[in-house]
């Protein structure tokens, strides 16, 4: 706010709003507007500026386009919980520049130069400290595991975050420096997975540096690249787990070029586990409405093609609507529709507020639609072998547990339920 009220933007009045945007939006630069996609990239949900468009709206916006992350142009992903601060207002000035209450002597300007203007941010506000985290590390280490910190901030940032974070809640006077085989800060992600810029030792507790041609272990270093990582502790591709919490900058990069392992931590996944047990009772009540539905609408439609087959004097599919007269049939029609009319009111408002205890704009972060995964959950499936809400998780578990995934249904595979092929 106070980098872009310093240009003459009108920003006093804006608020932060943690309900307003979720991760795994999709922001539209070109139109002001922020999307919910589903995994294929068809898009179910629009908010311009800060008001909700109607399903109709968003038909005609979108009916014929599918988002492409690789129009960086147009789409931006919010990838991080920084992004999210970012939309929150970029929205919020989308309606300003719609309402003329952006001064004209900024001159012409449209969503994309809006968005344009950089944000600060000062994350040393907000570091929520985890005690398990140094502990989930440290069952880790002392398991033979190499532990490596690879970071963008510079030395001075990282250490006084990192003593704040760990030092009170590691044992014996034990300071977080001790947990790492390795530490690489300013580097410059994602270059750092594929280009390889110097190397320089950081040699003082104030952050001078000397130039530096080779790592070895228990240094602090500046800059460097994956490779230089893996050279020097003699550790390739799939025998390293990179950890991190923004998909294309950590885990998707270091998943396509060098194939290491990656888990993605996603801190609102704990938000919304608590939702999805809350709406339990109220998904089964709604599941079980539209099951009733499939079942009455495979009757009408059995009495319409048996209608349909008579005029060729063929039988219908079933004994039952074969053996009913025309009249018969007509009226089994008319009360279907009518059943099915009064289940869809019942449908209707449950679909309508499905996710709501997550969020009541944007529904489930994992989700787009009752069915089907959001996009962001599209991109973690493609990038991310495991992921989980915060690093301390694999305090529950013992430093030698092997995770595997579980079991990838197929639409053909064969269940207790099923009726045919």
């Not at 006093?12 to 139109?31: Q, S, T």
């Not at 979108?62 to 919010?78: H, I």
């Not at 919490?245 to 608590?274: G, M, Y």
Request: net charge negative; charged share 25%.
């Amino acid at each position: 706010m106070a980098n872009l009220k310093s240009m003459g933007f009108p920003v006093d009045d804006l608020e932060f709003d943690p309900d307003l945007v979720i991760r795994g939006l999709i922001m539209d630069k070109v139109k002001g507007n922020l999307v919910k996609a589903d995994r294929f990239g068809y898009i179910k949900r629009v908010m311009h500026g800060t008001k909700m468009l109607s399903t109709r709206a968003v038909s005609e916006i979108y009916g014929r386009e599918l988002v492409d992350l690789r129009k960086e142009s147009t789409w931006e992903f919010l990838n991080t919980l920084f992004s999210v601060s970012e939309a929150v207002m970029f929205m919020q000035m989308v309606d300003k520049l719609d309402q003329g209450l952006v001064p004209p002597e900024l001159g012409p300007l449209d969503y994309t130069g809006l968005y344009n203007s950089e944000i600060m941010a000062e994350p040393e506000r907000f570091v929520e400290p985890d005690p398990e985290l140094p502990l989930a590390l440290l069952d880790q280490k002392e398991a033979g595991k190499k532990l490596l910190l690879i970071t963008n901030s510079d030395y001075l940032y990282t250490n006084k975050m990192m003593n704040h974070a760990f030092n009170r809640f590691l044992p014996n006077d034990m300071g977080w420096r001790d947990l790492f085989e390795m530490v690489i800060v300013s580097a410059r992600k994602p270059e750092f997975f594929q280009i390889s810029h110097p190397l320089y030792e950081v040699v003082t507790n104030d952050g001078l540096m000397r130039p530096c041609f080779k790592a070895t272990s228990g240094g602090l270093y500046s800059g460097g690249s994956a490779q230089m990582v893996e050279k020097s502790l003699d550790i390739h591709g799939d025998e390293i787990l990179y950890v991190g919490d923004h998909i294309f900058t950590d885990v998707s990069q270091s998943k396509v070029h060098l194939r290491w392992r990656t888990a993605l931590i996603c801190r609102e996944l704990e938000d919304e586990f608590e939702a999805l047990i809350q709406s339990h009772v109220q998904k089964e009540k709604l599941v079980t409405l539209i099951q009733q539905k499939e079942i009455v609408g495979d009757l009408f439609n059995q009495f319409r093609l048996a209608l349909q087959r008579r005029t060729n004097s063929r039988p219908a599919q079933t004994v039952a609507a074969t053996s009913m007269n025309d009249q018969e049939l007509t009226e089994s029609m008319q009360k279907s529709l009518i059943v099915m009319q009064r289940l869809d009111e019942k449908i209707a408002p449950l679909m309508e507020s499905d996710g709501d205890l997550f969020n009541k704009r944007w529904g489930w972060l994992s989700r787009a639609g009752l069915w089907d995964k959001s996009h962001l959950t599209r991109q973690i499936e493609k990038y991310a072998d495991i992921y989980t809400s915060r690093v301390s998780n694999f305090l529950h578990y013992t430093p030698f547990m092997y995770f595997q995934s579980q079991e990838q249904t197929l639409a053909h595979d064969v269940h207790s339920y099923s009726r045919g092929q």
